[in-house]
């Protein structure tokens, strides 16, 4: 079965420094893996996927991910964190046909200023 | 206005009673979903639907019903709500690889 794991509940960053949001996955087949963004009393945005070709993907807001296969990882990362930043993260793969979704458990982004 | 739509954004309801929330878009997609969100848990598929003909069970089905009475609209019912359904409730719409959410319903059971 397919899924994904976000192995840190909260990630703490101050303003200006790079931040990672980890997330490692397991999947049959090749992965279709994204990351989603929730703001305060707001749906899940998009910011990225990856399908297939280069392992670096950019995405909206400045930010980019890494998949790596033989970690199984797909971490998100920005070079400089802004408190704008600061929200709930999702980590997800697609799920068979009909893009359905499994997402992790989510990783709450706090930017200090 | 939203491309996704959801009403109500809030509400209380008590145990047992019957409820439906609503899902409206103007994107034009073929498929929809509803998702619920619990803290720790993400979000679990409830049920997805490619077209007004076509009705999925997603991982946590129980205690939910579906309708799709066109491309644009999908609700979702507890035919009778149980506090353990007190969550927050997500429709989506995608036509290729991106999905894209409604700003949620906070359902209180109580």
């Known amino acids: 079965a397919q899924s994904v794991a976000q192995p840190e509940d909260q990630v703490n960053v101050a303003e200006g420094n790079p931040l990672t949001v980890k997330c490692t996955y397991s999947v049959s087949g090749n992965p279709y893996l994204f990351w989603y963004v929730q703001y305060p009393n707001r749906g899940l945005q998009f910011l990225l996927k990856?399908?297939?070709?280069?392992?670096l993907v950019k995405g909206s807001y400045g930010f980019e991910a890494e998949f790596n296969k033989s970690q199984t990882s797909f971490h998100l990362k920005k070079p400089s964190a802004l408190v704008s930043d600061s929200a709930l993260y999702f980590c997800a793969v697609r799920d068979g046909g009909y893009n359905k979704l499994i997402f992790g458990a989510g990783t709450r982004l706090a930017v200090h200023p | 206005d939203a491309d996704v739509t959801q009403t109500p954004r809030n509400r209380i309801t008590k145990t047992g009673k019957r409820i439906m929330l609503e899902c409206s878009q103007t994107?034009?997609?073929?498929?929809m979903y509803w998702y619920r969100q619990d803290p720790g848990l993400g979000l679990r598929l409830i049920y997805y639907?490619?077209?007004?003909?076509?009705?999925n069970k997603g991982e946590i089905s129980d205690g939910y019903s579906v309708s799709r009475q066109a491309q644009a609209k999908f609700s979702l019912s507890l035919e009778s709500a149980i506090p353990n359904q007190t969550a927050l409730y997500f429709c989506?719409?995608?036509?290729?690889?991106?999905?894209?959410f409604g700003q949620g319903t906070r359902l209180t059971v109580v």
């Open positions: 990856y399908i297939t070709g280069d392992n």
């Open positions: 994107k034009g997609h073929d498929r």
């Open positions: 989506a719409t995608s036509r290729s690889d991106e999905a894209f």
């Open positions: 639907s490619f077209d007004v003909k076509d009705i």
